[in-house]
């Protein structure tokens, strides 16, 4: 069997600026914790998308610019790829 995974980037919420487990959301209620992650925010991107950033934000704040993170899997030495 196989299976592809499309190009993406990430960024994991905080909500007290420490412990970045997720974001509360529709499925949890309550801070995530580690044994009780909550959500991670994922967009998927083209080849021409790298990013940078820390993958880290605080919720309060909303996402910004360099909280999105592309994992270094989509680079095959200097070919950017879609999926793997």
């Known amino acids: 069997m196989w299976v592809w995974i499309p ?3 990430y960024a994991i919420g905080s909500e007290d600026g420490t412990n970045y ?3 509360q959301g529709d499925y949890l209620e309550s801070t ?3 044994e009780l992650p909550g959500e991670i925010d994922i ?3 083209s080849t021409d ?3 940078r950033g820390t993958a880290k934000y605080i919720v ?3 996402i910004t610019d360099n909280s999105w993170y592309t994992p270094d899997a ?8 879609s999926g793997i």
């Open 7 to 9: 190009r993406y980037s």
């Open 21 to 23: 487990y997720g974001k």
């Open 32 to 34: 995530p914790t580690l």
């Open 43 to 45: 967009k998927f991107v």
């Open 49 to 51: 998308t790298k990013d």
């Open 60 to 62: 309060s704040d909303g």
């Open 74 to 81: 989509f680079t095959f030495g200097d070919e950017e790829l």
